[in-house]
Structures are given as C-alpha cells and as structure tokens.
C-alpha cells in the first residue's frame, strides 16, 4: 500500500519503513518552535521534574509574539523566565525583541522550515508550516517540555483527507476565501485527528504566503495537520529563505495512498467568504451578509499579517480614509520593514489606521485591539470563538485582508469586488 | 458524592473554558478561578471537588493552551465525558494524567446534577440518581501508561 507525504514524513522520522493510520510512534523532532505563553510552564515543568536540559540548542526556535511587547506585568514575567532560560541553554535561534515576530510567520521566513521535516510548538497554528511539505503540529506544554528535554514525541499516525482544487480564483477571492469555504463544508470537526492534504491545479498559482493561510487553518477544522506537496513555487521560496541548513528531502504521496475522505472543490465559483460568529465553520458568501455594521477591522496575525496581505490592503486603501477603527499588525519585523519601505505605511497612516508592532496581539483577545460589549471586528485572523478578542459579548468576522479592507471603507461587510484596486 | 454539570453543546472550546485573557499567568489557582467563565459564569461557585462535566462533540477545540485542562483540573473536576475531544486538549488531559471519557451516551442518559461513579477499570459510568450504567471503551495501553506513570514528563524520566 502506499503512503501520503504525512505518512511517509513521520516514517523517516520513526525510523521506520513504513506507517499506517493508528500506528503510535515515537518521532524524532527537527525542530522545535517556543513562544512566550505556552513555554514558560514547560520550562518550569522541566526544572521542577529535575530535567532542565535541551536535546539540540541548535534545533530550537524562541520568539516572543503572544503578548510582545509584554503587555502587562504578569506577562513580562512570562518573557523573563523564557528569556533566562534561552540564554542559559545558549539556544542558538532566539528572536529578542525587534527581530520577534508571529511565530507562525517567522519561521519560515527566518528560514527554518524545511519539507520533509517534523516541526512542533505550542500553538495549534503550527499546522501552517505543512505549505512546505513539511510536517507541523500543535502541542501543549507538557508535550514542549518532552520534545525540549529528548527531542522526541509520541504520536498518532493520522490518516489522510484529500481536498482538490480545481480552477482559477476569481478576481477578489483569495487562499483565505478557499479555506473558509473547505471549513464550511465540512465543520470544525471535519478533519479531527486527520491530516488535511490539499492538492490540485489551483494551488500553482498560490504563493507560498497564500498556501500558508490555507495550512494555517487546518486546525479550525480539527486537523492534525495541513499538507501540501512540494514544487517550483516551494523551490523557490526555500532558495530565498533557507540560509544555515539547505538541504531537505521532498517527499510525495504515492498514486495508490490511501485517504479516508476525497473533497472536490471548484475554487473558480468561490466567493469572498466571510465566518459568521461564533464558528470558523460559519463562512457564507459576502452577499449574503453584505452591509453588517463593523466597530473594528484587524489586518494580521499568522493567517493573513504577511507583506502580501498588506500589499491588497494598501491597494485597497490608497487614497481613501476607513469608516471604523482600524488596526494593521504586520507579523514579522522584517515584513514591518519592507511595508515600510513600499510605501504602505503612508497609506495606511493616510486612510486613517494603527499601525502595529509585530504581535498575535488582539487575534486572541491579548491587546492592541480588542473588543467591548457588543462591538463587532471583521478579521483576517482564523478564530471567532465567543469572547476571542475581546468581551464575550463581541463578535468577529473572520475574512480575507482584501474583504477586511474593503469593509473598513465602507464600514460594513463589504464586496472588495465593488472597490477597484 | 460526584455531580454531573452537563452542557448541551459541541465544540466547547479552549477561549470558553479559559480566555485568554488570563493566559498571562499559568498559576492553576488563578486559572481555576476563571474556568468555563464564558460559557457558564456561575461553573466556579457550583463546581465541587470530584464533579464531572459532560458534554458533546470536539470539546476542548481552538487552542493548545495546556491552561484549558489546569484550568479544568484545577477546579476539583474528577473527569471529563464528551461525544469527542479535541485533539491537542486529548494529548494534553493525557499529559497532564487526567483521565477523560469518551461517550458517545453520556449527553443523552446523563442529566445535570445527576450523582455519578466511575469505575475506570471496567469502563462504566453509574448514573445513580437516573439508575442507568453507561459503559464506555478505557483509553488505550498507551495513554494509560502515561496516566498511571503521573504524567508525560515522569513517564519519560522513567524509560531514561
């Protein structure tokens, strides 16, 4: 029997020929990413279990981005015991403060996400990193603890979901749009325990920051992880990116994989899509919910806070002012740069926004945005749980950067297809 | 004397059982002052030692804060019974040693403040006040191993 890429990733990793759906292994990590909420509890599990040691110093990532700059004692004291504890293990890539930035956005492109390889952190948006061909999961702290101290964790072989996506995307629809509409087919538990394997000619014309949103949001389908193969687009991106260890291993899945669940999408009749609270699975076409009054447009985090994205929200912008708050976090210091750089600030200081520091900042309710009783945020970001960014009795729409733009002109949901840019 | 606290819905997730707008400290004390505030801001001040929650489908969804199961664990909740979990919130119950069940019964013979009693071995709840026994599947050899070792981290310390 074959294997998908997932299965034959985590055999190289096991050690072994071969894998199967619900075969436990032990897999050894290649990399192990730390952010600042999830990994001072397992820095202080491993001190206080006697086992305050790192497997690699060299395969270990640490950047701040939950909460940084640290937004209020309590988590200046997360950043201090992270901090202590990165420079006491010498852990070789550690972004301080000015070079940290959304881990999820980092990562690769600090160049440490590679395909073939098996990466973990303590956040479930680690599945992002499948968009190389890679394997990337979310863990808890306990988990982090383990994979820190052995560089070794215990895992389900998930089986394989196949979605296809045929078609070209319209004018105005986007990756963010594709995702939305998967998740809305098949609910926030469509892919549980599964990893979500995405192929197809539309994927050939998404950029890699494209294929990351789709990745990125595996998870808000319940996935273990999200997939896609390696090719030219991927080659080039690595070639750009990759700097101390360029090599890696490509892997496809074999004609004959087995998957448990084939979806068929025909991406050239997608609409932009917008997620109704209180659900990522509650994605309806803009028509049908066109003209909502908005409080608040957040243009970030790991889903949609990279230059691409801000590169439509500034055609977006230009030249116009925003109807309602809003507040524009680019993900990383170096895509802040090149924002910069291009110009983007002055139209996004023109239209009347905030411009942000690098931060996951108020995607998850934390700061720099959020939300009071009964105000309402359209968001590029992946969540729209009850109380997400803010009071529990707010609300957010989750949208492409396109869709969030378009919105805060207009100050409602709005088609960024009525906008020319 | 093991109470039930049932809610009837799917996907219960991990901004509901702990927002993150307490993920600034992972002191389970606080935490457990805040579990379920979203969803039920009464949970804290109804919640006895031993008291066990059900509820349906992909509970524990959204994020990897393991703070959702200290959160849990930390208001004296004996165990958990939902149609399904999450997958990272199942990793991290099993991590964490807390045993929880999966039940695709239990929301429907499984009434709110019914007294339950578990017997993990034979794999059975005891629904005294309603009189019934719902059998569920124990977790596997596993995640038992890692359970009856005290957690992932001595589980590990003991094959080192």
């Not at chain 1, 492109?109 to 599945?127: A, F, L």
């Not at chain 1, 084939?262 to 076409?285: K, N, Q, R, T, W």
């Given at each position: 029997m074959g294997m998908t890429i997932t299965e034959k990733i985590l055999a190289r990793a096991a050690g072994k020929e071969e894998v199967a759906p619900d075969d436990l292994i032990d897999a050894r990590i290649d990399v192990v990413m730390c952010v600042d909420v999830t990994t001072p509890p397992a820095i202080t599990m491993l001190e206080e279990k006697g086992l305050d040691q790192v497997f690699d110093r060299e395969k270990i990532v640490v950047t701040p981005d939950h909460f940084q700059p640290a937004k209020d004692i309590k988590s200046a004291e997360l950043h201090k015991r992270m901090d202590e504890w990165a420079r006491r293990h010498k852990i070789k890539y550690y972004y301080k403060i000015?070079?940290?930035?959304?881990?999820?956005?980092?990562?690769?492109?600090?160049?440490?996400?590679?395909?073939?390889?098996?990466?973990?952190?303590?956040?479930?948006?680690?599945?992002?990193?499948?968009?190389?061909?890679?394997?990337?999961?979310g863990v808890g702290s306990t988990d982090l603890a383990a994979a820190i101290a052995t560089g070794e964790l215990w895992f389900k072989v998930p089986a394989s979901m196949k979605f296809v996506l045929n078609g070209s995307l319209g004018p105005g629809v986007y990756s963010k749009d594709v995702i939305l509409t998967v998740i809305a087919r098949i609910g926030v538990d469509g892919a549980l325990y599964k990893a979500m394997e995405f192929v197809g000619p539309t994927l050939a014309e998404m950029s890699m920051e494209a294929r990351m949103t789709m990745t990125n949001m595996a998870i808000e389908a319940g996935g273990k992880n999200g997939v896609i193969g390696f090719d030219d687009v991927t080659k080039q991106y690595l070639d750009e990116h990759l700097k101390d260890k360029t090599d890696y291993t490509v892997y496809e899945s074999d004609e004959d994989a087995e998957?448990?669940?084939?979806?068929?999408?025909?991406?050239?009749?997608?609409?932009?899509?917008?997620?109704?609270?209180?659900?990522?699975?509650?994605?309806?076409?803009?028509?049908e919910c066109a003209g909502k009054a908005m409080?608040?447009?957040?243009?970030?985090?790991?889903?949609?806070?990279?230059?691409?994205?801000?590169?439509?929200?500034?055609?977006?912008f230009k030249g116009k002012k925003v109807a309602i708050r809003t507040i524009v976090v680019p993900a990383t210091p170096t895509i802040w740069k090149q924002a910069n750089d291009e110009g983007l600030f002055d139209i996004f200081y023109e239209a009347g926004c905030v411009i942000a520091a690098p931060t996951c900042g108020a995607c998850l309710g934390g700061f720099m945005g959020v939300l009071a009783a009964g105000e309402k945020c359209v968001s590029t970001t992946n969540r729209n749980f009850v109380g997400r960014m803010g009071h529990p009795e707010s609300e957010v729409y989750l949208a492409s950067p396109a869709t969030a733009a378009a919105s805060a002109v207009e100050g409602k949901l709005t088609d960024c297809r009525k906008i020319k840019y | 004397m093991a109470h039930a606290h049932v809610y009837k819905r799917d996907h219960i997730n991990t901004d509901e059982i702990i927002p993150a707008r307490y993920l600034n400290t992972d002191d389970k004390a606080e935490l457990a002052k805040h579990c379920l505030e979203d969803l039920d801001k009464d949970f804290v001040s109804k919640v006895q030692a031993g008291d066990i929650i059900v509820a349906g489908e992909d509970f524990g969804c959204g994020s990897s804060r393991e703070h959702a199961v200290w959160a849990i664990r930390g208001a004296g909740i004996q165990t958990i019974i939902a149609k399904s979990f999450a997958r990272i919130f199942y990793r991290n119950a099993i991590n964490n040693g807390f045993y929880i069940i999966e039940s695709s019964e239990g929301l429907e013979k499984i009434n709110n403040g019914d007294e339950l009693e578990i017997d993990y071995k034979a794999g059975l709840i005891k629904n005294k006040t309603a009189g019934v026994d719902i059998k569920f599947k124990p977790l596997p050899g596993f995640a038992l191993e890692i359970i009856n070792n005290g957690g992932l981290l001595e589980h590990i310390k003991k094959k080192m």
């Open positions: 000015g070079r940290a930035g959304v881990c999820h956005a980092l990562l690769p492109e600090q160049g440490h996400i590679r395909p073939g390889e098996v990466i973990i952190g303590p956040d479930s948006h680690t599945c992002t990193y499948g968009a190389f061909g890679a394997f990337g999961t998957y448990v669940r084939v979806e068929e999408f025909d991406c050239s009749a997608i609409e932009p899509m917008v997620a109704l609270p209180h659900l990522p699975s509650g994605g309806v076409p803009i028509g409080d608040q447009a957040y243009i970030g985090s790991c889903t949609n806070g990279r230059i691409e994205d801000l590169r439509i929200v500034g055609k977006i | -």
